[in-house]
């Protein structure tokens, strides 16, 4: 199970706060890939990310002020701007000359994109990262959104590795166990047979459009007749939902962010055609909050059984997304380290398994 690869991938973006949660003129830290960061939102609307160390004396910038253009260090005062450089350093007198402009506390390519902020994580190196986006990827996005925020965001941090957050977007039989509720499936006394198509994609794989079932009658009531459903999975942890009806269609974007090789918070973004369904909303953000604590629960009692170091095993075929992920991961490190373009090793396949 990879059990010498790092656990954390960089040179890729992450999906780190919805973008409702910053507003103008305002600045929040996070974590991300064990790194401390600094979110700010100018007053001029733009996200921009520091790396959250004052270069002078290794204070957090976070405990100083943002004035929604730069932000001041509480400890003497320097300040800095979006992209990183110094601007200011109150103690110098008129005679000390000083290039302050030479001096930067680090800069990361941060994007607003359909409601959501991403920022990429470059290889770590001696060099301070910067927020310079030539030559980067795209950033994720949803097809046939365009420019729209979600109407549901939401987002839990996991008390657990990437890898094990990851598995639980690819894990297709454990629904019938972990997600029981009145308003959902109150046990696992049915199981139906299923039978999916898989193709290969960019970064990762895709369970072919198909049908769903009919028993999913909420769908057929918002969306309308022949609702069909296409998911893809992608690294560094992505999960991406297109659902259609002859009416109306939703999308859902599940996102990985590895905070610390110990800690990995869970975003899920929602997002739906429906022009009258506003009211609605509320009770849909604490469904799904609902559906992803119980998904949290079940990996914080999972971890009692890791601490012990056990070997695990992964089954075909319920388990096969899972090892594809690892041979994803895989191909990706021996791809960097190589020196050469990546590429997919995930062939078409069907897959069965009972849920």
Request: charged fraction near 25%; glycine fraction near 8%; aromatic fraction near 10%.
């Amino acid at each position: 199970m990879l059990a010498s690869a790092p656990l954390l991938l960089h040179n890729f973006w992450y999906l780190v706060l919805p973008a409702a949660k910053l507003r103008r003129g305002k600045m929040r830290k996070v974590r991300l890939l064990d790194e401390p960061l600094l979110l700010c939102r100018g007053q001029d609307g733009r996200v921009f990310a520091l790396r959250d160390i004052c270069p002078h004396r290794g204070i957090p910038l976070s405990y100083g002020r943002f004035d929604g253009r730069e932000v001041e260090c509480c400890y003497h005062g320097w300040r800095f701007g979006a992209d990183g450089r110094c601007t200011a350093i109150p103690s110098l007198t008129a005679d000390q000359p000083m290039e302050v402009g030479k001096i930067r506390c680090g800069a990361y390519p941060c994007r607003e994109v359909q409601g959501n902020i991403w920022v990429y994580m470059p290889e770590k190196s001696a060099r301070l990262p910067s927020a310079a986006t030539d030559g980067l990827p795209p950033v994720p996005e949803l097809p046939g959104i365009g420019t729209a925020a979600p109407q549901v965001s939401i987002s839990q941090v996991f008390p657990c590795d990437c890898d094990q957050a990851a598995f639980g977007l690819m894990d297709p039989t454990h629904a019938a166990f972990v997600h029981t509720s009145w308003w959902w499936k109150k046990n696992a006394t049915t199981l139906r047979q299923k039978e999916k198509h898989f193709e290969p994609a960019p970064l990762g794989w895709r369970m072919k459009r198909h049908a769903l079932p009919p028993q999913n009658r909420a769908y057929r009531v918002f969306l309308g007749n022949g609702v069909t459903t296409e998911i893809t999975y992608a690294l560094p942890g992505l999960r991406i939902e297109l659902i259609e009806g002859d009416k109306h269609s939703a999308a859902g974007l599940t996102a990985i962010t590895p905070l610390s090789e110990t800690e990995t918070e869970v975003h899920q973004a929602l997002y739906w055609t429906l022009p009258w369904t506003g009211p609605l909303k509320p009770l849909a953000r604490r469904l799904a909050h609902s559906f992803l604590a119980q998904d949290k629960d079940v990996v914080i009692k999972q971890q009692e059984g890791l601490a012990h170091g056990p070997n695990l095993m992964l089954i075909d075929d319920a388990d096969t997304q899972a090892k594809w992920y690892y041979r994803l991961k895989r191909e990706w490190l021996n791809a960097a380290r190589e020196g050469r373009p990546f590429e997919n090793p995930i062939k078409a396949r069907t897959l069965h398994w009972r849920s």
